[in-house]
């Protein structure tokens, strides 16, 4: 694959060699590549040869501002579609938004209440002119902000959920549905949302723990001189929450296997503060062991109980209304009708209390749901909907899993993936809102539906010249959101136009990246619509991460003041430093907590990159070029590159490695760039993005930057040239390796190194076992002993980092040392000499002995004297902290990390005892 310019990519850079700021600045370099990627898309051409690599975005709220879960999801996404460009695919990353249907209404209309108007004043057309006008003025502004971000998106192929192609394929999906009769209208429990009034989806649910109250209430028995079961003779107890429901209740359900019960199989019970008796009845979904072990049945309130009156054929009366409040009919007492649901509550409570019939209320946690945009709890109601079967995708789904055409990371989740899919509910596709996919369906005067033709899915039925003698009405409600976003994969690539070029080219895509917590709402729904609509899964790979959580691995919100604003960390680290921070905390799927120190970790990694590439500049503009061969040549076209001559990185280290002239420290460098780079490939292929990225940062920041260049800068100074162009090839590689994951700051190195093209376009490095140097990589990890060993001898000596120190090598590694001696000196800041006389204090690392000498570097006694008392107070801290983990009443109490904080200690303080009493023990 080669590195061929796109008319997008031949633009010069601004950046030339040797002109890099002292300091590296964000603020003056990320802008400025992020104008250039939004304006000048990385395109995707349809028509080319390439292999494709599609990852569409999971689309935003149109109402949404960047939070800390889409800065990390588009920084994954970002990560392994630039890598797989710069690896050869025709990589495309689609951009978009959803209309966010409840969402987005809401905002609307409060705007609209604040003018003291209502939807209702407006009318539907005109309210919907408002909403779109709001979208071109306010909606979108997450785009803006993902392109600070510095997303490699093809906006040339930006959609929306409300585009004219994405709503035909909508409505082409409903009247296939309905054709092919999976989808319906009937009554179901639904989640109603009091306060906005539609139907509501789980994921538009917020759950929450509150403080409630559990009520025992007793139900006389119609016979009284039946014996008791689980209170007194007479009565059957139950237990609720809800005790304002007891007005709909419908039947007593126990266990068939429950003894208590079985001699009141088929009796009847009264319902409390009224004169209805219902009847008790059996059935398995009972638990024997909760509670008090008999349920009253509400079909109409309770989803359980709405699948236990289906199966025994129960009516479904509801006592609370549209608006939250309990009905005016003649199931409720009159002295409860037309009460809020929550007053009612206490009000009946006081009733029951007094009739007798209450027999206990005590704490009893509740986890409710509350709308996530109103905050109003959600009501379970009986309801005439829209829904779809889905089993029947379902099946198809668990079938593909099976065959393996879908692979989940990570794989715990595959489970999960199809327990849900094998207990799947119909869904309720229908929502009673004004902005959205308006239902294409239609009644007469008698309640007949009419849906489109699938032939023709496009006509209205009011226009449909076969219905023309008919007065219909349109279906007022819209389709739920998630009804458009589960064809996201492929109607944004033209379906359900299937000879659309890039529908043929791009779909299945191959990788979805998202939270493990919409794995059910969104993910699975994309599933069933990819088998269901195309025959094909939508995706190869469904990458999962964890929920971005606050510092004290709790979810963030408004309401606890917890929350983050990245945009925030971006103007204080750099995008990078947080690009950074979000795939180095990314790992196997577990929920993050926030940490800062990653952030200037990311920060510090940054600016470690521009000082060495400073350093690289610096080095080449001094470089004095008097031969004429192919070495010199390259050095002098990467200080003064002319257009198309400058050499590729791995062509570079290819040509050196066959050098007698390289040192050892280049030998080593190129081979261990080599097998970093194929093991972070490797990761990267695994979809690994954590471990990618700090097997390169421990490479550059250690072995690069800590290692090689303080290694090279002897040679650099007596002028060699194999030296000065190993630097700059492995500098050039890394920066390739990082791109994916930090994107501004290694473009702008890039340019500044001499190219033309942006870093962006050019090939991914390959390893070769050509570049694999098992020689040079035992010899330079005797050479880090042997400067470890120093170094460690300075410190146990008292002396400074900066304090020259004459040691001596021993073992069969030595001669290898002495060879290389100007490395060593030049890291260690040691003198090496053949060997010393007189008291020596010795170490051994990885088989290299080091002697320092004792005499005329220290006062024996006195540094023997404080050794002692060191090795007393290590045995001190072990001993208080292993005291710490033998005491039970800590350990149940501390924190985890303070546990593994305590652990940490007593292993360390361990090492540096005994080699302290190793180091006592020479001298008797």
């Given at each position: 694959?080669?590195?061929?310019?796109?008319p997008?990519?031949?633009?010069?850079?601004t950046q030339?060699?040797?002109?890099l700021?002292p300091?590296f600045?964000?603020?003056?370099?990320?802008?400025?590549?992020?104008?250039?990627?939004?304006?000048?898309?990385?395109?995707?051409?349809?028509?080319?040869?390439?292999?494709?690599f599609?990852?569409m975005?999971?689309?935003?709220?149109?109402?949404?501002?960047?939070?800390?879960?889409h800065?990390l999801?588009?920084?994954?996404?970002?990560?392994?579609?630039?890598?797989?460009?710069?690896?050869?695919?025709?990589?495309?990353?689609l951009?978009?938004?959803?209309?966010?249907?409840i969402?987005?209404q809401?905002?609307?209309?409060?705007?609209?209440?604040?003018?003291?108007?209502?939807?209702?004043?407006l009318?539907?057309?005109?309210f919907?002119?408002?909403?779109?006008?709001?979208?071109?003025?306010?909606?979108?502004?997450?785009?803006?902000?993902?392109?600070r971000?510095?997303?490699?998106?093809d906006?040339?192929?930006?959609?929306?959920?409300?585009?004219?192609?994405l709503?035909r394929?909508?409505r082409?999906?409903?009247v296939?549905?309905?054709?092919?009769?999976?989808?319906?209208?009937g009554?179901?429990?639904?989640?109603?949302?009091?306060?906005?009034?539609?139907?509501?989806s789980?994921?538009?649910?917020?759950?929450?723990v509150?403080?409630?109250k559990?009520?025992?209430?007793?139900?006389a028995?119609?016979?009284p001189?039946?014996?008791?079961?689980?209170?007194?003779?007479?009565?059957?107890?139950?237990?609720?929450?809800?005790?304002?429901?007891?007005?709909?209740?419908?039947?007593?359900?126990?266990?068939p296997d429950?003894?208590?019960f079985?001699?009141?199989?088929?009796?009847?019970?009264?319902?409390?503060?009224?004169?209805?008796?219902?009847?008790?009845i059996?059935?398995?979904?009972?638990?024997m062991e909760?509670?008090?072990?008999?349920?009253?049945?509400?079909?109409?309130?309770?989803?359980?109980?709405?699948?236990?009156?289906?199966r025994?054929?129960l009516?479904?009366?509801?006592?609370?209304?549209?608006?939250?409040?309990?009905?005016?009919?003649?199931?409720?007492?009159?002295?409860?009708q037309?009460?809020?649901?929550?007053?009612a509550?206490?009000?009946?409570?006081?009733?029951l209390e007094?009739a007798?019939a209450?027999?206990?209320q005590?704490?009893?946690d509740?986890?409710?749901?509350?709308s996530?945009?109103?905050?109003?709890?959600?009501?379970p109601?009986?309801?005439?909907?829209?829904?779809?079967?889905?089993?029947?995708?379902?099946?198809?789904?668990l079938?593909?899993?099976?065959?393996?055409?879908?692979?989940?990371?990570?794989?715990?989740?595959?489970?999960?993936?199809?327990?849900?899919?094998?207990?799947?509910?119909d869904?309720?596709?229908?929502?009673q809102?004004?902005w959205?996919?308006?239902?294409?369906?239609?009644?007469?005067?008698?309640?007949?539906?009419?849906?489109?033709?699938?032939e023709?899915?496009d006509?209205d039925?009011?226009?449909?010249?076969?219905?023309?003698?008919?007065?219909?009405r349109r279906?007022?409600?819209?389709?739920?959101?998630w009804?458009?976003?589960?064809?996201?994969?492929?109607?944004?690539l033209?379906?359900?136009?299937?000879?659309h070029?890039?529908f043929?080219?791009?779909?299945?895509?191959?990788?979805?990246?998202t939270?493990?917590?919409?794995?059910?709402?969104?993910?699975?729904?994309?599933?069933?619509?990819?088998?269901?609509?195309?025959?094909?899964a939508?995706?190869?790979t469904?990458?999962?991460?964890?929920?971005?959580?606050?510092a004290?691995g709790q979810?963030?919100?408004k309401?606890?003041?917890?929350g983050?604003?990245?945009?925030?960390?971006?103007?204080?680290?750099?995008?990078?430093?947080?690009?950074f921070?979000?795939?180095?905390?990314?790992?196997?799927g577990?929920?993050?907590?926030?940490?800062?120190?990653r952030?200037?970790?990311?920060?510090?990694?940054?600016?470690?990159?521009?000082?060495?590439?400073?350093?690289?500049?610096?080095?080449?503009?001094e470089?004095q070029?008097?031969?004429?061969d192919?070495?010199?040549?390259?050095?002098r076209?990467?200080?003064?590159?002319?257009?198309?001559?400058?050499?590729?990185?791995?062509?570079?280290?290819?040509?050196?490695k066959?050098?007698?002239?390289?040192?050892?420290?280049?030998?080593?460098?190129?081979?261990?760039?080599?097998a970093?780079?194929?093991?972070?490939?490797?990761q990267?292929?695994?979809?690994?993005?954590?471990?990618?990225?700090?097997?390169?940062?421990?490479?550059?920041?250690?072995?690069?930057?800590?290692?090689?260049?303080?290694?090279?800068?002897p040679?650099?100074?007596?002028?060699?040239?194999?030296?000065?162009?190993?630097?700059?090839a492995?500098?050039?590689?890394?920066?390739?390796?990082?791109?994916p994951?930090?994107?501004?700051?290694?473009?702008?190195?890039?340019?500044?190194?001499?190219?033309?093209r942006?870093?962006?376009?050019?090939?991914?490095?390959?390893?070769?076992?050509?570049?694999h140097?098992?020689e040079?990589?035992?010899?330079?990890?005797?050479?880090?002993?042997?400067?470890a060993a120093?170094?460690?001898?300075?410190?146990?000596?008292?002396l400074?980092p900066?304090d020259?120190l004459?040691?001596?090598?021993?073992g069969e590694?030595?001669?290898?040392?002495?060879e290389?001696a100007?490395?060593?000196?030049?890291?260690?800041?040691?003198?090496?000499?053949?060997?010393?006389?007189?008291?020596?204090?010795?170490?051994?690392?990885?088989?290299?002995t080091?002697?320092?000498?004792?005499?005329?570097?220290?006062d024996?006694?006195?540094?023997?004297?404080?050794?002692k008392?060191?090795?007393?107070?290590?045995?001190?801290?072990i001993?208080?902290?292993?005291?710490?983990?033998?005491?039970?009443?800590?350990?149940?109490?501390?924190?985890?990390?303070?546990?593994?904080?305590?652990k940490?200690?007593?292993?360390?303080?361990?090492?540096?005892?005994?080699?302290?009493?190793?180091?006592?023990?020479?001298f008797?």
């Amino acid at each position: 694959m080669t590195d061929t310019p796109t008319p997008e990519t031949q633009t010069r850079d601004t950046q030339t060699p040797s002109t890099l700021s002292p300091q590296f600045d964000p603020q003056a370099v990320e802008p400025r590549w992020a104008a250039r990627w939004r304006h000048e898309p990385f395109r995707a051409d349809a028509t080319s040869g390439k292999e494709p690599f599609t990852i569409m975005i999971p689309p935003p709220n149109v109402t949404g501002n960047l939070h800390l879960g889409h800065a990390l999801d588009n920084t994954l996404i970002d990560t392994l579609i630039r890598q797989r460009r710069m690896a050869g695919f025709e990589a495309l990353y689609l951009p978009g938004m959803d209309h966010a249907g409840i969402s987005t209404q809401v905002v609307v209309e409060r705007q609209l209440k604040d003018a003291g108007q209502s939807r209702f004043d407006l009318g539907r057309e005109a309210f919907l002119e408002k909403v779109w006008e709001w979208k071109a003025q306010s909606g979108g502004m997450i785009l803006d902000q993902l392109t600070r971000l510095g997303v490699s998106a093809d906006w040339t192929r930006e959609r929306f959920t409300m585009d004219e192609g994405l709503s035909r394929a909508v409505r082409a999906q409903f009247v296939r549905l309905y054709h092919d009769g999976h989808a319906y209208r009937g009554e179901r429990i639904v989640n109603w949302d009091p306060a906005s009034q539609t139907t509501l989806s789980e994921l538009e649910i917020d759950r929450e723990v509150r403080k409630g109250k559990m009520y025992t209430l007793s139900y006389a028995l119609e016979d009284p001189g039946l014996p008791a079961s689980n209170g007194e003779a007479g009565e059957i107890r139950i237990a609720t929450v809800r005790p304002e429901t007891i007005f709909a209740d419908q039947a007593i359900a126990v266990h068939p296997d429950d003894d208590r019960f079985k001699h009141l199989h088929g009796q009847k019970a009264r319902i409390p503060l009224t004169d209805r008796f219902i009847p008790i009845i059996v059935d398995e979904a009972v638990e024997m062991e909760f509670g008090v072990g008999a349920l009253k049945i509400t079909p109409a309130h309770d989803p359980t109980d709405f699948e236990i009156g289906e199966r025994h054929g129960l009516a479904r009366p509801s006592v609370i209304d549209l608006h939250g409040n309990l009905t005016r009919d003649d199931l409720v007492p009159a002295e409860f009708q037309g009460m809020e649901r929550f007053a009612a509550r206490k009000a009946v409570v006081k009733a029951l209390e007094e009739a007798g019939a209450l027999l206990e209320q005590k704490d009893h946690d509740t986890a409710i749901g509350l709308s996530e945009r109103t905050k109003v709890p959600v009501e379970p109601i009986v309801s005439e909907q829209w829904f779809v079967r889905m089993k029947p995708f379902a099946e198809q789904v668990l079938a593909g899993l099976e065959q393996g055409d879908i692979r989940l990371t990570p794989e715990r989740y595959g489970k999960v993936n199809r327990d849900w899919l094998e207990n799947i509910r119909d869904w309720n596709i229908s929502r009673q809102l004004w902005w959205g996919h308006q239902i294409p369906a239609w009644y007469d005067e008698e309640g007949n539906i009419y849906v489109p033709d699938p032939e023709n899915p496009d006509l209205d039925c009011d226009r449909d010249p076969r219905y023309a003698h008919l007065s219909l009405r349109r279906d007022p409600d819209v389709f739920d959101t998630w009804f458009s976003s589960n064809l996201w994969p492929f109607s944004t690539l033209g379906w359900p136009d299937t000879d659309h070029e890039d529908f043929r080219k791009f779909y299945p895509t191959q990788v979805l990246v998202t939270g493990y917590d919409i794995l059910f709402f969104w993910v699975a729904r994309m599933q069933m619509a990819g088998y269901g609509l195309t025959g094909k899964a939508p995706f190869e790979t469904v990458m999962l991460h964890g929920l971005y959580l606050d510092a004290k691995g709790q979810k963030m919100s408004k309401s606890k003041g917890n929350g983050i604003d990245p945009l925030e960390l971006f103007d204080q680290y750099g995008v990078d430093a947080c690009r950074f921070a979000f795939t180095f905390l990314s790992t196997g799927g577990q929920d993050i907590k926030h940490d800062p120190r990653r952030f200037e970790q990311g920060r510090n990694f940054a600016n470690k990159l521009w000082n060495a590439t400073r350093f690289a500049l610096l080095r080449l503009g001094e470089a004095q070029l008097t031969g004429d061969d192919d070495l010199t040549r390259y050095v002098r076209a990467a200080v003064t590159p002319p257009e198309g001559t400058l050499l590729r990185s791995k062509d570079v280290l290819a040509q050196l490695k066959t050098r007698d002239d390289l040192t050892l420290a280049d030998r080593w460098i190129i081979s261990r760039l080599n097998a970093v780079t194929q093991e972070a490939s490797a990761q990267l292929d695994a979809f690994d993005i954590g471990a990618a990225i700090r097997t390169l940062y421990a490479f550059t920041w250690d072995e690069f930057c800590d290692w090689y260049i303080e290694a090279a800068k002897p040679e650099l100074a007596s002028g060699n040239l194999g030296t000065l162009v190993t630097l700059k090839a492995v500098l050039e590689h890394i920066l390739k390796l990082l791109h994916p994951f930090m994107p501004f700051i290694t473009s702008e190195l890039y340019a500044a190194l001499g190219h033309r093209r942006q870093i962006a376009v050019h090939n991914w490095p390959q390893p070769s076992a050509a570049l694999h140097d098992a020689e040079a990589t035992r010899a330079f990890d005797a050479l880090r002993a042997a400067v470890a060993a120093a170094r460690s001898l300075k410190s146990e000596l008292g002396l400074s980092p900066q304090d020259r120190l004459s040691v001596a090598v021993e073992g069969e590694l030595a001669a290898l040392v002495g060879e290389n001696a100007p490395v060593v000196e030049a890291i260690a800041r040691v003198r090496l000499v053949p060997a010393l006389e007189g008291r020596t204090l010795s170490l051994v690392e990885q088989g290299v002995t080091v002697r320092a000498p004792l005499e005329g570097t220290v006062d024996i006694a006195d540094w023997l004297g404080k050794q002692k008392k060191r090795l007393a107070e290590l045995d001190k801290q072990i001993k208080q902290a292993q005291g710490k983990l033998s005491n039970e009443g800590f350990v149940a109490r501390a924190p985890a990390e303070v546990i593994e904080e305590e652990k940490r200690r007593v292993q360390d303080f361990g090492a540096q005892k005994e080699r302290l009493e190793g180091v006592l023990g020479q001298f008797g």
